[in-house]
């Protein structure tokens, strides 16, 4: 929530004016403050490689080096613009998002030569290490430049809602591919390092969904809507463990190797039970962030005057109603995952907290400097914010 207000309040402040009118104070803060942006995103990928590698690792294979220069290269373009006075252009995103992707390419790449030597192989070896990049990377760019301005254009509140909760659906095959691929690594990696990448990815489906769904305004709508998200995740989490049935199935009677598919089925298991248990940390962490920031926004851009205590009682109301939501349905997937499908959810919990709340901390991090700069149209977008406001820009401002 911090952030996301910091994010709002400096890098983002005056998003809908034209860059050249935007005061010269504020536009100096934005840029600084997007710049060091920039650069902490390029680390995204190498951040991933670290925590599943160790240090250690990538430093032999000089990886940080070249971090460093895709986000020094990062900071050089964002400056040249604004030097030339053409920063705010349409085009400006689409050199950025080449160098995250080769980058990213490059990190993973990098990263195989310390396991296989033989080009083909290495390729095969990156592509199932940095699979949640491979899907997630362009699902964030079509959610950013084609979904969210059709959701902007959608007239209809009712049917905004019904594009937030299909939403999940579009996540389901994905998760399911990038659990397949990071469980044949454990010959590589430890589950217990691979499967926080997998955290990566789920961060992205829990937070955006999420922020769409706050936006709407009826209570009783918002409250449905919560019931179906918690539906979708008890039903995604329960049909994860029958695809790991039927992908084990496959692989016995088509490879016959017992053995291998034991290896499997327990780094699976690993996986899937840290994927099971940040999952009911996400919800519940994206639940305060996304009704956090739409009273934020109800505060600076309301129609009416803000009134802080009404907005300080419809936060808690929303809140406390989608947790205890939340919490019924998370209390059925452990039930479900613990006693039918023997999932270790206790004892990965008492080893790994540490590690699951730090993937946590760093993806959600991630994943809402990176989407907030679309996601601010789309929820504007709604009949409760006054334009007039959102257009308004000036150092003497309430924003400032």
């Known amino acids: 929530m911090v952030l996301t207000w910091l994010d709002l309040r400096i890098a983002e402040a005056c998003y809908n004016t034209e860059w050249n009118l935007i005061p010269e104070t504020i536009r100096r803060y934005r840029l600084t403050a997007q710049v060091v942006e920039g650069i902490f995103i390029q680390f995204w990928s190498f951040c991933a490689i670290c925590m599943m590698c160790g240090w250690q690792k990538t430093s032999q294979l000089n990886i940080p080096i070249w971090n460093v220069f895709g986000a020094s290269c990062d ?47 290495r390729i095969k070896i990156a592509l199932k290490f940095g699979m949640p990049f491979v899907l997630g990377t362009p699902m964030f760019l079509l959610m950013n430049y084609l979904l969210f301005p059709a959701y902007a254009k959608i007239p209809s509140d009712t049917s905004k809602a019904i594009f937030s909760v299909l939403l999940p659906a579009a996540f389901i095959i994905p998760k399911a591919v990038i659990n397949v691929c990071l469980v044949d690594l454990h010959e590589f990696c430890s589950p217990n390092h691979t499967s926080h990448i997998v955290i990566g990815f789920h961060t992205m489906t829990a937070i955006v969904p999420r922020y769409l769904q706050a936006s709407i305004d009826e209570m009783y709508v918002f409250v449905i809507i919560c019931v179906v998200h918690g539906f979708e995740t008890l039903l995604d989490k329960l049909t994860l463990n029958l695809r790991l049935k039927a992908y084990h199935t496959f692989c016995k009677s088509c490879v016959g190797d017992g053995d291998g598919n034991e290896r499997r089925s327990v780094a699976m298991n690993r996986i899937l039970s840290e994927q099971a248990l940040s999952g009911m940390i996400l919800e519940t962490d994206t639940i305060f962030m996304s009704c956090g920031l739409i009273s934020v926004l109800m505060y600076y851009f309301g129609n009416d005057t803000p009134n802080t205590a009404d907005l300080a009682k419809s936060f808690a109301i929303r809140v406390t109603l989608a947790s205890l939501i939340e919490f019924l349905f998370n209390v059925a997937s452990i039930k479900v995952q613990t006693y039918y499908f023997n999932l270790p959810l206790l004892h990965v919990w008492r080893r790994r907290w540490w590690w699951i709340v730090l993937s946590i901390v760093l993806y959600t991090a991630y994943t809402t400097l990176y989407c907030s700069e679309y996601l601010y149209r789309p929820i504007l977008s709604h009949g409760v914010y006054n334009l007039s406001k959102v257009a308004a820009c000036s150092v003497n401002s309430s924003m400032w």
């Open 75 to 121: 900071a050089i373009y964002r400056l040249f613009l604004h030097t030339y006075g053409v920063y705010n252009q349409t085009w400006k995103s689409y050199p950025l998002n080449v160098l995250f992707v080769a980058l990213t390419c490059f990190n993973f790449y990098r990263i195989s030569a310390a396991f296989e030597k033989d080009t083909r192989l």
